[in-house]
């Protein structure tokens, strides 16, 4: 069965310090991966999404990137995070001829 | 670009009574509409999916309706109980890469 891990759980930085969240995707081939960001309140934000490798499409002009070095893996970065990066990040995926997206259990960020 | 309400931030109901909770949407219809639960603190959880051609859709004591015209799907959940308590996203999916969410319903079933 699939399965998709994401990491850090919970993490705290500094203003100005960089950021790299991680999410690997186990069982399944060539899935189309997303970054997704929950703000306290708010709704899914879609952030980037990918349907390969070195793919990565860009949904909201912001102070990250993403990148997918390996078919299954997929990680969020920031050279310097700001106070309004702060939110629950979500990574998930579909199958290339699925329809329903699998969340991972969210990685929540506090800048200070 | 496609906007998505959900009719209410939160909704208190009895335990069991149905909760029916709302989707409107704007501009173009979308090739699939889905429902997802989400408790606090966790990634949202697929519960239901319906396409643009259905009416209905039922899932043990869910159920799901969608009409296009009204450009708007429904959500019920009969025989409520306070397990059920979350908050409750619908999502289009236009049938591309993308799936956009609508900010949720925090449903309360209250014993």
């Known amino acids: 069965s699939q399965t998709i891990h994401q990491w850090p759980a919970t993490l705290v930085q500094p203003v100005g310090s960089p950021l790299s969240l991680e999410c690997t995707v186990e069982g399944t081939s060539n899935p189309n991966l997303y970054w997704y960001r929950q703000a306290a309140g708010r709704g899914l934000q879609l952030l980037f999404y990918?349907?390969?490798?070195?793919?990565i499409s860009s949904e909201v002009p912001q102070n990250l990137s993403a990148s997918r070095p390996q078919d299954r893996q997929f990680i969020l970065s920031s050279k310097k995070l700001l106070l309004s990066d702060s939110g629950f990040y979500l990574c998930?995926?579909?199958?290339?001829?699925?329809?329903?997206?699998?969340f991972g259990e969210g990685s929540w960020l506090t800048v200070v | 670009s496609q906007k998505i309400e959900q009719n209410s931030e939160a909704l208190n109901i009895q335990e069991g009574k149905t909760a029916t909770l709302t989707c409107n949407y704007t501009?173009?219809?979308?090739?699939?509409l889905q429902w997802y639960r989400q408790d606090p603190g966790r990634g949202p959880v697929f519960l239901l999916l319906?396409?643009?051609?259905?009416k209905e859709k039922r899932k043990e004591r869910l159920k799901v309706t969608f009409d296009t015209t009204l450009k708007q799907s429904l959500f019920h959940i009969t025989a409520s109980q306070p397990a059920d308590s979350a908050t409750y996203l619908c999502?289009?999916?236009?049938?591309?890469?993308?799936?956009?969410f609508g900010t949720g319903t925090r449903l309360t079933v209250i014993p």
């Open positions: 319906i396409r643009e051609n259905e």
């Open positions: 998930a995926w579909r199958g290339v001829s699925g329809n329903t997206i699998y």
């Open positions: 999502a289009l999916d236009t049938g591309a890469n993308n799936l956009f």
């Open positions: 501009n173009y219809s979308p090739a699939y």
């Open positions: 990918s349907v390969g490798i070195g793919q």
